[in-house]
């Protein structure tokens, strides 16, 4: 798989991973990147140019809300978190990808 298709599949499933991001509570966008890289051991590395355009769609969707506060720098970031719609919409998302997966699994140990 070359470096333009793990793009596009990264990008296919930002969202996602966004919405599971935020699940574990409130973050800033820095904080959603880094928590994306820790919880994939770094396989994953989100780029500002992708994150916040992805943030700002899902605000924009009801999915995600947003607030100024202080960060734990002193600095002033959004934090964003999860709506209640957006916590069904993880739910919805997380059952359509295992779901999705189980069948490209069946697919790729066919003989």
Known sequence: ?????RADLLQGT?????????AL????GWGIAQRLAQLSAQALQV????LYPAVRRLER??????????SENNRRARYYEL???????LGEEIDAWQ???AV????????
């Open 1 to 5: 798989m070359g470096d333009e298709d």
């Open 14 to 22: 930002l969202d996602l991973l966004i919405l599971k991001s935020l």
């Open 25 to 28: 509570g409130p973050m800033h």
């Open 47 to 50: 780029q500002q140019g992708s």
């Open 61 to 70: 969707q009801g999915l995600v809300r947003s607030r100024w506060a202080t």
């Open 83 to 89: 709506t209640r719609r957006g916590q069904a919409q």
């Open 99 to 101: 779901r999705f997966a």
């Open 104 to 111: 490209v699994a069946r697919v790729l140990e066919a003989t």
